[in-house]
C-alpha cells in the first residue's frame, strides 16, 4: 500500500473529527463532478483542494476533510479524517456511526476521469483493509447510494463494491494441469537423472508433486526429471494399487496415472 499520511501532505498531524472505536464496515464514494486525470505529483493538491472546499462548507459545519481516506487513480492512498475517527460524508449522523467512508478521486461520465483504473481499485481496496487493521472496520464494503438517496459512488464504482470489491487481476484458481501420458513414459525411459539439465517434459512435475503428496518421494527430488527416484517413487505408487512385478516396475500406465491424477487435480491424455 502507498499510505500518504496527514503530515506528509500538509494537513494537522491529527483529525479534529470526533473518536470512534469501530464500525460495522466501510463505504465507497466517488467525487460526484467531472474530474480531470492529472500526473500524480497533482494529486495531493487535489486532496488539498477538497479538504478546504469541506472546511468552507458552512452549511455541513465539517471540521475536516469528510472521508477518512481518499485514493488516487495511480492508487495512492491520502489519510483523510484516518482511522477511529467518525467520517462526515455517508448523509446522516447515523450513517455516519456504522460505516466509514473511502472516496475515490474518480469523476462523472461525460468527460474526465469516470471509469476506476486497476491502480486505483488495488488503491481502495488497500484503503478498506487499512482501516479494517487500524480502525477496527468490519466487513461490509457498501456504496454511498446504499441507504441514502444519491448516485454515488457512481455505476462503475457501484458494480465492483457490489462485486466484493475484489483487486483487478485477482488469479482465477489455476486451470487444472494436463499429464500427456505418452510424454511421461517417454521422459521416464529416456530421462536420466539429469539434476540442473532443461526438464524434457514439463508434465512430470505434477506427478512428482502428486507422490510428494502421497509421501513417496521426496521434495528435494521433485525437480521435473523422471529419473531413477520418480520411477521408484512410481513403482511404490503402482504397488500400492494392487499392481506387482513388471505391472510396477515405475514406468506410467494409463490406470495407475488416471488414479493418481484424480486424487491430485490432474487431467490424462495420450
Ligand atoms: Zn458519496
Ligand atoms: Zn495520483
Redesign the pocket.
Known amino acids: 500500500m502507498d499510505l500518504i499520511r496527514r503530515s506528509q501532505y500538509g494537513l494537522p498531524a491529527t483529525s479534529a473529527a470526533s473518536p470512534i472505536a469501530k464500525t460495522r464496515g466501510t463505504k465507497v464514494h466517488y467525487l460526484g463532478s467531472a474530474y480531470p486525470s492529472?500526473r500524480?505529483d497533482l494529486?495531493d493538491d487535489y486532496v488539498r483542494a477538497v479538504r478546504a472546499s469541506h472546511l468552507a462548507n458552512t452549511q455541513e459545519n465539517y471540521s475536516d476533510i469528510a472521508y477518512n481516506a481518499l485514493v488516487?487513480?495511480?492508487?495512492?492512498v491520502y489519510e483523510g479524517r484516518g482511522p477511529n475517527r467518525r467520517t462526515g460524508a455517508n448523509g446522516t449522523k447515523a450513517l455516519n456511526d456504522t460505516h466509514y467512508a473511502v472516496c475515490a478521486?474518480l469523476g462523472t461520465p461525460g468527460g474526465g476521469l469516470s471509469s476506476p483504473p486497476d491502480a486505483q481499485l488495488h488503491g481502495l481496496r488497500d484503503a478498506i483493509e487499512w482501516l479494517r487493521a487500524e480502525g477496527e472496520a468490519g466487513d461490509e464494503i457498501l456504496g454511498h447510494r446504499d441507504g441514502h438517496p444519491t448516485s454515488c459512488p457512481g455505476d462503475a464504482l457501484y458494480d465492483w463494491v457490489r462485486n466484493g470489491a475484489p483487486r483487478p487481476g485477482a488469479v482465477p484458481p489455476p486451470a487444472k494441469p494436463v499429464v500427456d501420458l505418452s510424454r511421461l513414459i517417454s521422459a521416464a525411459t529416456v530421462d536420466p537423472p539429469k539434476s540442473g539439465t532443461p526438464v524434457s517434459y514439463a508434465g512430470v512435475r505434477a506427478v512428482e508433486a502428486a507422490l510428494l503428496a502421497e509421501g513417496l518421494l521426496a521434495q528435494s527430488l521433485v525437480d521435473g526429471h523422471f529419473g531413477t527416484s520418480t520411477i521408484r517413487a512410481y513403482a511404490a505408487w503402482q504397488r500400492r494399487l494392487g499392481y506387482s512385478g513388471a505391472a510396477a516396475d515405475g514406468i506410467p500406465g494409463r490406470t495407475s496415472l488416471t488414479r493418481l491424477g484424480t486424487a491430485h487435480g490432474f487431467t490424462v491424455i495420450d
Do not use: D, S
Not at 72 to 76: F, K, P, S
Open positions: 492529472r500524480h494529486c488516487c487513480e495511480h492508487g495512492t478521486l
